[in-house]
Structure formats: structure tokens, C-alpha cells
């Protein structure tokens, strides 16, 4: 039997309706061209893998512990043949006493997910899909977004050929309202590809929760990826999540704050971006074959904060950096010191006072100081911060 098309009014009748899905989560409405749904859809499905085993974090959260293989950034078609291992035999942990403390401090089982395994945080269907549709609008980092501010300091303007960056970033949590994050990074650059990691403070991803978290952020040419979400980097460490939560945090005033140290060089033997976090503890890499601009060194780095406010939401804010102004005061202010730069045999050097230079795209409510640099243990030094009369 041949089943005839509707055609005229009956047709378009039927395109309009169905062309939308509309659904609440957080009691935010979503809206989704079906074109859209139907590939978001897939995305979920590719990120959401089978569990060896589900743990939780001591504040709630739950991750699944996926095999190392079959994580989501080996979906990738470019990676689909690939020989990596589960351990960076490179750069074997120095302190065992530092990575069980991560263990101790994060998990509830004390321990993390089992060797062969690496843990991903579980989104339902809808919480994945109202990550993307928030963050999708932020795309690309280096071009004007409405609501998205920065105070920042970075490698001047010119030919520059960088194999890794680093720094010491002081860790701070404060309110965030909804649609809201503030964050405080490292990030690499060349051409159209960016790294970057570091904290925020984001409760639109995490359903609500505004504990301050590690971060992961990956610009491929026109695509953006947020911590494990889509392809592109390979996690390796089975009891330190990509955006682990972080349990002790800087509160203003402290005589030592609390910090993490991002670090991001390229291995002079594989060629690949590795990421580190505080004491050398390697978390994972970006392989070669997905990037483009970055599969040579990095042309530009950067520290700083970025605080963004959705314009539609009518608040003020958010904090950025410690939350207040900086004064130039480590025990005061969010800041970054020993920062750095690597070669290529990944030999570490202190930024110059003449190879930076400072920006902020809103100095009424966000700036930075650079201090430059002082001695070794402080290294080249900036700091930065924002006042939000919301919640001061």
C-alpha cells in the first residue's frame, strides 16, 4: 500500500509541531530544534558508558568507573585504532603520600575506582543536555560573548613557540547564582585549538551544587568540550576525576592558602599535550591526531579569571578570583604565582616581566595586577578579583 505525504496546511502543521521538544530540569526550560535533540542524544549515548563499578565523592557526587578503552575520547574516528595504555609510564607519581590524599579527601570508599578504569561523573539525559544547551552559547573563548568577563595575564602579542605552561593558583568558593560560573586557569594556545584548566565555581553543571571543582576546557577548530563530555583528551588517573571536587579551599585571610598547580607540557617523546596537576601527578593527555593549531607548541599563554552571567538572568556578579578587588596581598586576593613556561626538553622557566602583560575586559567590576617577579619561591606573580554587590 503506498502511503501518501501530507501535504499543504496538514504538512506544515505537522513540521511545526514536532520541529521543537520542549522539557523542564532544575526547573529551567529546554528548548531543542529536533535536529538538535536528536544529536545531543547521540552524544549522551556516546558518553554514557557502561560502569565497572559506581562510587561516590564524600560530598555526594557519583562517578562511574568506566574502562580506560572505552572512555569517550576514544569514539573519536581519528582514535579509533590507537595503541595508548592506561598509565603515563613518563611521568610515574614522585609522592604517594599526595595521591592518597586526593583518595582520602574525595572518595567515600577512600580508594577511587579500580585499576583499568577511570572515573566519569554519571549526568542523567536531561542534566547532559541542559550542560550543553548552557555552555554551547560560550563558543569560542577568544570572541566577544555577552555576560563573559576576564581579568587575565598573558604572553605579549608575536612569534613565540611555547611547549608547556604552569602556575600555583590560589582556590577560593563564594556564591554563584544559576546560569553563573567563575573560574580561575591556565590556558595554551595556537591557532583555533585551546587548553585550559583549572577551578570554578559552576552550580548549572552540577545540579545546583556550588562546591569549587577542577575544570577542564578543549577548543578543537569550531568545537568545545567540557571536561569529559566529548572526545578529544584522554584521562588516565583512576582516583582523580577531571573535575574533581575540591574539598579544601582558601578562605580570605588564610596566612597559606590553599592551592592547585595546572600544568600542561608537551612530552618531548610521544609529541602529545599531558596534564598535570599539583605535585607532578599526571592526569591525562590530548593525543596528537585530534588537534590541529596545538599538535605543534603552543603561541600564547595566559593566566587569569573569567566570570560569566547570563544577560537574560537580570543579576549582578559574579565574584571572580578571592571575590573582592585585588590589593596585592597572597592572603587577600585570588592570584597566580610561579608562573611558567617550558621548551622543549620540557625545562621550566620563569615568565620575564617584559614577555606580559595585562587585560581585563570590564575594569568597573574585574581587574588584575601584575607584581612581576619577586624571588623563587613566588616567581613571576598576578593577581586578580571582582566585587559583586549581589553578595558582598
Known amino acids: 500500500m503506498q502511503v501518501r505525504r501530507p501535504t499543504g496546511a496538514i504538512y506544515q502543521n505537522i513540521i511545526k509541531k514536532y520541529q ?18 536528536i544529536e545531543l542524544h547521540r552524544k549522551f549515548k556516546l558518553y554514557n558508558k557502561p560502569a565497572v563499578e559506581e562510587i561516590k565523592t564524600i560530598n555526594g557526587d557519583t562517578y562511574k568507573c568506566v574502562d580506560f578503552y572505552k572512555q569517550p575520547a576514544f569514539d573519536h574516528p581519528l582514535l579509533r585504532n590507537h595503541s595508548y595504555r592506561p598509565n603515563l609510564d613518563q611521568y610515574k ?14 572518595w567515600a570508599n577512600g580508594k577511587g575506582c579500580p585499576d583499568g578504569t577511570v572515573p566519569i561523573r554519571k549526568y542523567t539525559r536531561k542534566e547532559f543536555i541542559r550542560v550543553h544547551k548552557l555552555f554551547q552559547r560560550l563558543y569560542p573563548s577568544d570572541a566577544p560573548v555577552p555576560g563573559r568577563f576576564r581579568a587575565c595575564i598573558h604572553t605579549k602579542d608575536g612569534p613565540h613557540t611555547f611547549y608547556g605552561g604552569s602556575a600555583a593558583l590560589s582556590v577560593y568558593n563564594f556564591a554563584v547564582g544559576e546560569g553563573q560560573y567563575s573560574a580561575s586557569y591556565l590556558t595554551l594556545r595556537a591557532a583555533q585549538d585551546q587548553l585550559q584548566y583549572g577551578w570554578w565555581i559552576n552550580p548549572s553543571m552540577y545540579g545546583g551544587d556550588g562546591t569549587t571543582r577542577l575544570f577542564l576546557s578543549t577548543e578543537v577548530e569550531k568545537t568545545k568540550c567540557w571536561n569529559l563530555m566529548c572526545g578529544g583528551y584522554v584521562h588516565t588517573h583512576k582516583s582523580i576525576p577531571i573535575d574533581a571536587p575540591i574539598t579544601r579551599v582558601t578562605h580570605r585571610g588564610d596566612i597559606t592558602p590553599i592551592e592547585i598547580v595546572p600544568k600542561i607540557v608537551k612530552s618531548p617523546s610521544t609529541k602529545q599535550w599531558n596534564l598535570l596537576i599539583t605535585h607532578d601527578i599526571a592526569l591525562g593527555f590530548w593525543p596528537n591526531e585530534v588537534l590541529k593549531g596545538l599538535s605543534g607548541p603552543a603561541e600564547y599563554l595566559e593566566w587569569g579569571g573569567e566570570a560569566y552571567n547570563p544577560p537574560d538572568k537580570g543579576l549582578s556578579g559574579p565574584r571572580m578570583g578571592s571575590g573582592y578587588f585585588p ?29 606580559l602583560e595585562t587585560y581585563s575586559d570590564n575594569k568597573d567590576y574585574y581587574r588584575v595586577i601584575d607584581v612581576g617577579y619577586s624571588d623563587k619561591n613566588y616567581g613571576h606573580m598576578a593577581y586578580w578579583g571582582a566585587w559583586c554587590s549581589e553578595f558582598q
Open 93 to 106: 607519581l614522585q609522592n604517594v603520600s599526595q595521591e592518597s590524599s586526593w583518595k582520602s579527601e574525595l
Open 20 to 37: 521543537y521538544a520542549t522539557f523542564f530540569t532544575n526547573g529551567v526550560e529546554v528548548k531543542l530544534a529536533m535536529k538538535e535533540k
Open 327 to 355: 590589593q596585592g596581598f597572597g592572603s587577600l586576593d585570588g592570584y597566580a604565582r610561579v608562573m611558567a613556561r617550558y621548551d622543549e626538553a620540557v625545562t621550566y622557566f620563569d615568565m620575564a616581566n617584559d614577555e
